[in-house]
């Protein structure tokens, strides 16, 4: 795969305050690419250098090969999907979707063409007469989509668009846009802070925090095997916990921890303070003395709570007293002061960057 | 029900009252215009037409019509032109003390017309240009720009930048977002602020009356009228310059408060 956008020791400050630092990343054509990070985390503004409306301090942009790094945004082939929709509220959906083609000096006829198509695609074809203070928040990010991919960019930028929907919309509009996405084949990227959102639309996503990158990969392996503790935790729920190496052999070390020796795939030296994580569902719990593969101990069960697909419990081992979270299947309902066994599978152990 | 009514008399009698006194004398003026004698004075008779004839027959008063309406019209688009400038620089660009600059703006709207007319008084003396309308003119651009630019300003908020900002990331160079985008939304903040420039020039007498000579408008036109005794003439000619300001509130109103209350 060609890269499409490829993002060279860009670097962001607003005075004192570093926005962004060195950032290098390339996304290949036709991905469907997710920055995910809490808010400040820099996420939007490196969005923003490449759409255009920001200017790196450093560093270069490149978008299908040319150098956009100082081109303003009209000039460059990428259009953006904005948080607030930016929908013209002084003209028609159809001419909304138009601007665009009208900038670029389309004639009308294929104009109107276009126009029609892009409607269809995302299911608005009867609306393009009405105005858009007429439609519902989900009908106007619809003709926001439209506005922007009409026009066939190189890359779609789409800036937290589904934040403001309530929770069913969203998740029908992230299913919508994976749709259009392998249809139309377009690059987008997408940047959100919601990271299930990005776990389930991207093919690649980039978890940022204080301008800088933590991890990037395919979602499944930023979240079950994350890089940095950073990463682990804005993921979803984890078990961390400290350890010291005590020995290495190829690509295993042992570690000494609060749940005994255990062996972890990763490269540390002999006597070094090292951090792991646990997943709570990759943790194997049950009562009487089941042994997994790879034993935790005990622990003691404080607090219940039902979340529909799995029970979450939260208690203490019992040797070390130290917290942990656990997830039970829907059928095996635990009650506050249950003692369960332990177990994890040995590549579920996953060693953090420090 | 019956007795909230009567506990409503006292509001009722005081809201009365107050509209009473702030709206007979507008309403003895306009009565008195139809008088059908010499003096503006009780008891009425008529009603008559005939001041008003003489008001439309009067060259002066009608000149001085004139005059007063291309002033207003002049100042008025000169005070939007150049307040929406400054709204725009100052609501698109981050500028070093732009706090101050937009300070500055709207600071002549605390100054009396009289202290501003004395400067421009003395400021034209010591440059040189002469009493005239031209000088009524930049008058009344001085006490309605910053009325203009605030009005315009306050439209200009985060939201409309985004759709700038949409309308640039679609590939339109900057004068098409101007042409496009940011005047057709603006259209309403721009008229509002022409229709009050407009009422404010329409009847302001003390900076007229200061730099003006020859040539005069119709505020200070009805003062040379006055000078020589009260009259239904003046009565007439005042009735119109109300009718007119009124009419011009109303517009005003339609345009920004009906246009909010439909969106």
């Given at each position: 795969?060609?890269?499409?956008?490829?993002?060279?020791?860009?670097?962001?400050?607003?005075?004192?305050?570093?926005?962004?630092?060195?950032?290098?990343?390339?996304?290949?054509?036709?991905?469907?690419?997710?920055?995910?990070?809490?808010?400040?985390?820099?996420?939007?503004?490196?969005?923003?250098?490449?759409?255009?409306?920001?200017?790196?301090?450093?560093?270069?942009?490149?978008?299908?090969?040319?150098?956009?790094?100082?081109?303003?945004?009209?000039?460059?082939?990428?259009?953006?999907?904005?948080?607030?929709?930016?929908?013209?509220?002084?003209?028609?959906?159809?001419?909304?979707?138009?601007?665009?083609?009208?900038?670029?000096?389309?004639?009308?006829?294929?104009?109107?063409?276009?126009?029609?198509?892009?409607?269809?695609?995302?299911?608005?074809?009867?609306?393009?007469?009405?105005?858009?203070?007429?439609?519902?928040?989900?009908?106007?990010?619809?003709?926001?989509?439209?506005?922007?991919?009409?026009?066939?960019?190189?890359?779609?930028?789409?800036?937290?668009?589904?934040?403001?929907?309530?929770?069913?919309?969203?998740?029908?509009?992230?299913?919508?846009?994976?749709?259009?996405?392998?249809?139309?084949?377009?690059?987008?990227?997408?940047?959100?802070?919601?990271?299930?959102?990005?776990?389930?639309?991207?093919?690649?996503?980039?978890?940022?925090?204080?301008?800088?990158?933590?991890?990037?990969?395919?979602?499944?392996?930023?979240?079950?095997?994350?890089?940095?503790?950073?990463?682990?935790?804005?993921?979803?729920?984890?078990?961390?916990?400290?350890?010291?190496?005590?020995?290495?052999?190829?690509?295993?070390?042992?570690?000494?921890?609060?749940?005994?020796?255990?062996?972890?795939?990763?490269?540390?030296?002999?006597?070094?303070?090292?951090n792991l994580s646990i997943r709570p569902e990759q943790i194997i719990a049950a009562g009487g003395d089941t042994r997994g593969p790879v034993p935790l101990g005990v622990l003691q069960v404080a607090e219940v709570s039902f979340f529909g697909t799995h029970h979450r419990c939260l208690g203490r081992h019992v040797n070390s007293n130290h917290p942990m979270i656990i997830r039970l299947p829907q059928h095996q309902a635990a009650k506050p002061g249950d003692k369960l066994n332990m177990s994890v599978q040995q590549e579920d152990i996953v060693l953090l960057m420090q | 029900m019956m007795r909230r009514a009567f506990k409503n008399i006292p509001a009722v009698v005081y809201v009365a009252l107050v509209y009473l006194f702030i709206f007979m004398p507008v309403a003895v003026l306009v009565l008195f215009s139809f008088q059908d004698s010499l003096l503006p004075i009780p008891p009425f008779q008529g009603p008559s037409l005939r001041w008003y004839q003489a008001v439309f027959s009067d060259f002066r008063i009608m000149g001085a019509l004139?005059?007063?309406?291309?002033?207003?019209?002049?100042?008025?688009?000169?005070?939007?032109?150049?307040?929406?400038?400054?709204?725009?620089?100052?609501?698109?660009?981050?500028?070093?003390?732009?706090?101050?600059?937009?300070?500055?703006?709207?600071?002549?709207?605390?100054?009396?017309?009289?202290?501003?007319?004395?400067?421009?008084?003395?400021?034209?003396?010591?440059?040189?240009?002469?009493?005239?309308?031209?000088?009524?003119?930049?008058?009344?651009?001085?006490?309605?720009?910053?009325?203009?630019?605030?009005?315009?300003y306050s439209q200009m908020g985060e939201h409309q930048a985004n759709l700038e900002r949409a309308a640039r990331d679609l590939g339109a160079a900057e004068w098409q977002v101007l042409v496009l985008i940011t005047l057709p939304l603006l259209w309403p903040a721009l008229l509002a602020s022409f229709f009050l420039s407009f009422t404010l020039s329409w009847d302001e007498f003390i900076i007229a009356l200061l730099v003006s000579r020859f040539d005069v408008t119709l505020p200070v036109e009805i003062w040379s009228l006055l000078r020589s005794g009260l009259n239904p003439k003046t009565n007439a000619v005042g009735s119109l310059v109300f009718i007119v300001s009124i009419i011009l509130v109303f517009v005003t109103e339609f345009l920004v408060f009906g246009r909010r209350k439909s969106q």
């Open positions: 795969m060609k890269p499409m956008v490829e993002i060279k020791g860009v670097s962001k400050r607003y005075g004192k305050t570093t926005a962004l630092s060195e950032i290098n990343l390339t996304i290949d054509e036709g991905q469907f690419f997710a920055l995910v990070g809490p808010s400040g985390s820099g996420k939007t503004t490196l969005l923003h250098i490449l759409g255009g409306f920001v200017e790196p301090s450093s560093g270069q942009v490149r978008i299908a090969g040319q150098d956009v790094s100082y081109l303003p945004p009209a000039r460059r082939p990428t259009t953006s999907m904005f948080q607030d929709y930016a929908l013209f509220p002084h003209m028609s959906v159809g001419s909304n979707v138009g601007f665009g083609l009208l900038m670029r000096k389309v004639p009308k006829p294929e104009r109107v063409d276009r126009v029609a198509k892009a409607l269809d695609m995302v299911g608005l074809s009867d609306m393009s007469t009405r105005r858009v203070h007429q439609l519902s928040g989900g009908q106007q990010q619809r003709v926001a989509l439209a506005r922007a991919l009409v026009v066939a960019p190189k890359v779609l930028l789409l800036d937290e668009p589904l934040g403001a929907l309530d929770l069913n919309l969203r998740r029908q509009m992230q299913q919508e846009l994976l749709h259009i996405q392998k249809k139309v084949g377009t690059t987008f990227v997408h940047v959100t802070h919601d990271q299930e959102e990005a776990m389930s639309i991207a093919d690649v996503i980039a978890v940022m925090n204080n301008g800088h990158l933590e991890d990037i990969g395919p979602p499944a392996r930023v979240y079950m095997k994350p890089k940095t503790l950073f990463s682990a935790t804005f993921m979803g729920e984890s078990n961390m916990f400290e350890g010291t190496v005590a020995g290495r052999s190829g690509e295993t070390i042992e570690v000494e921890t609060a749940f005994g020796r255990l062996q972890v795939s990763g490269a540390a030296e002999p006597g070094a303070r090292v | 004139g005059n007063s309406l291309m002033v207003a019209v002049v100042s008025s688009a000169l005070s939007c032109l150049l307040g929406f400038l400054a709204a725009y620089g100052l609501a698109r660009y981050t500028i070093r003390g732009s706090g101050v600059v937009q300070w500055l703006m709207v600071a002549p709207l605390s100054v009396s017309y009289l202290i501003i007319g004395m400067g421009l008084l003395i400021t034209f003396k010591t440059m040189g240009i002469p009493k005239s309308l031209i000088a009524v003119i930049i008058g009344h651009v001085v006490i309605n720009l910053p009325l203009a630019f605030a009005i315009i």
